[in-house]
């Protein structure tokens, strides 16, 4: 049996600058540092879900995805959102994406959710299509400008997954 090339691994406080790099590479959006270290802070009141993908010994993608609260403000969650998920071009289409997608499953299912939630740019017709290939369903309408600062579009779609 061949070992896959691709694997996942812990994002740790070391390793958070290569995950930072390559999601301020892929997505039109620049998140800041603090973004990324909040994730390490034991004060903040999240629980956030974050891997790096690997492919060999290289990080060429990552998933980072939080549980969100319920609209009514009660204890429980209402599903897990996917804040970042990002891939090297040169690195898709190799199974990373699905790996990174799968993990969020597993943690939404382990943490008793049932909906997983991502916004994605209405003219990012390749991401559109990865998710819907994966059994995501747009939900409503068109969020407009709903990304302040971006090279692409401002406009986003809510995409649901049930698990």
């Avoid at 896959?4 to 930072?20: E, I, W």
């Avoid at 970042?84 to 289409?93: C, F, G, K, T």
């Avoid at 068109?142 to 406009?155: H, R």
Wanted: a neutral charge.
């Amino acid at each position: 049996m061949v070992k896959s090339p691709v694997n996942l691994d812990a994002v740790y406080s070391n390793n958070v600058g290569t995950f930072q790099k390559i999601a301020n590479t892929v997505l039109p959006v620049k998140y800041p540092s603090k973004f990324f270290e909040e994730q390490f802070d034991d004060k903040a009141n999240t629980t956030v879900f974050a891997q790096l993908g690997y492919f060999g010994e290289v990080a060429v993608g990552g998933v980072r995805a939080e549980l969100i609260a319920s609209k009514n403000g009660g204890v429980q969650s209402a599903g897990v959102y996917i804040q970042i998920l990002a891939v090297l071009e040169a690195y898709r289409s190799k199974g990373l994406g699905t790996a990174l997608l799968n993990y969020i499953e597993e943690q939404t299912k382990s943490h008793y959710q049932h909906k997983i939630f991502v916004h994605v740019a209405v003219d990012n017709q390749e991401a559109l299509e990865w998710y819907q290939r994966k059994d995501f369903r747009i939900e409503g309408d068109v969020l407009p400008n709903y990304y302040k600062e971006t090279s692409g579009s401002p406009d986003a779609y809510v995409l649901l997954k049930k698990v």
